[in-house]
Every structure is written in structure tokens, then in C-alpha cells.
């Protein structure tokens, strides 16, 4: 060999393969950042008002119930933010205080279910305006579900228009 002429053979030692770096990881922190900008958009942009006046839809059809069967209540629209007035059967009207107007209807209902010839009554019913706000309807169907658990039905009528 001469002088001057590296071999590159000898001095060439086996190819190791390559390391592979670790993988960069992904930084989820603005994706985090855009879903809580939307949920703060949506809870904010959203209107959380159970109180708001819904339609209740027309029934297609529906079971014919006599009103001698069962304890009838009457609700009717007061008007503007008012709570529904609340009826007996004879006309009569329930407290306006909410307190009252349950340990009423509560009394009312079970003299109602209690008076019936032969067999007891065994289902109430709500016969409402088709002005009234679901909220007052629901708010009747509660007090007489908490008071009369072991009731077989609950009947809601609308008036028609």
C-alpha cells in the first residue's frame, strides 16, 4: 500500500442501525383550551329556565275517563308570572300560598278518593287551560305524587280551543 491512500476498509467499522428517537408527544392543551371555550359558550348562550311556558301537544287520541271516577282538579292561567289558580270540582279555589294550596289539595284529594260509592276512587285527574304552563301542571302532578304514592293513575286533560 502507499503512503498517502487511506483504506477505508479496515477503518470502516459495521453500520449500527440508527436509534430511533422517542416520539415528540402531542400537546393536547389547546384542544382542552377550545372545549371549555365552547362549554363556557353553550352554558351561557343557553337558557336554563324550567318556568318557561311550553305547549303541551293535542292528543291524537286517548282513553275516555269519567270525571265521577276520579278527583278532579281544575288549573287555569292567573296571567303574566302568577301561578295557576287551582280548583275543586264544585268551583271552589285553593289557597294562593304554596304551603297551604298543598296540605289543601292533599285533604281535598283523599276526602275525594274516600267518598265514592261502593269503591273507592283510584285516580286523579288535572283538567287544565291550554294556556297554562307545563311547570303549574307538573307542580300539581308533584304534590299529588308525593302524597299518594299508592295511587294507580294520574290523568292530565286539556282543554280544547
Request: proline share 5%; hydrophobic share 40%; aromatic share 6%.
Amino acid at each position: 500500500m502507499s503512503q498517502g491512500f487511506i483504506d477505508d476498509d479496515e477503518d470502516d467499522e459495521p453500520a449500527l442501525p440508527r436509534k430511533k428517537r422517542p416520539e415528540e408527544e402531542m400537546d393536547i392543551t389547546p384542544m382542552i383550551d377550545i372545549t371549555f371555550l365552547l362549554l363556557i359558550f353553550f352554558v351561557v348562550a343557553s337558557k336554563m329556565d324550567p318556568t318557561q311556558t311550553g305547549k303541551i301537544p293535542e292528543a291524537t287520541n286517548g282513553l275516555a275517563i269519567s270525571a265521577k271516577d276520579s278527583a278532579v282538579i281544575f288549573i287555569e292561567p292567573a296571567g303574566g308570572d302568577s301561578p295557576a289558580i287551582l280548583r275543586r270540582y264544585d268551583g271552589s279555589e285553593f289557597s294562593k300560598d304554596e304551603e297551604t294550596a298543598t296540605s289543601e289539595i292533599v285533604e281535598y284529594l283523599t276526602g275525594e278518593l274516600e267518598k265514592s260509592i261502593g269503591t273507592n276512587k283510584n285516580q286523579v285527574m288535572l283538567l287544565g287551560d291550554a294556556e297554562v304552563k307545563v311547570s303549574e301542571v307538573t307542580r300539581v302532578q308533584k304534590i299529588v305524587g308525593d302524597a299518594f304514592q299508592d295511587l294507580e293513575f294520574t290523568y292530565i286533560a286539556v282543554k280544547e280551543q
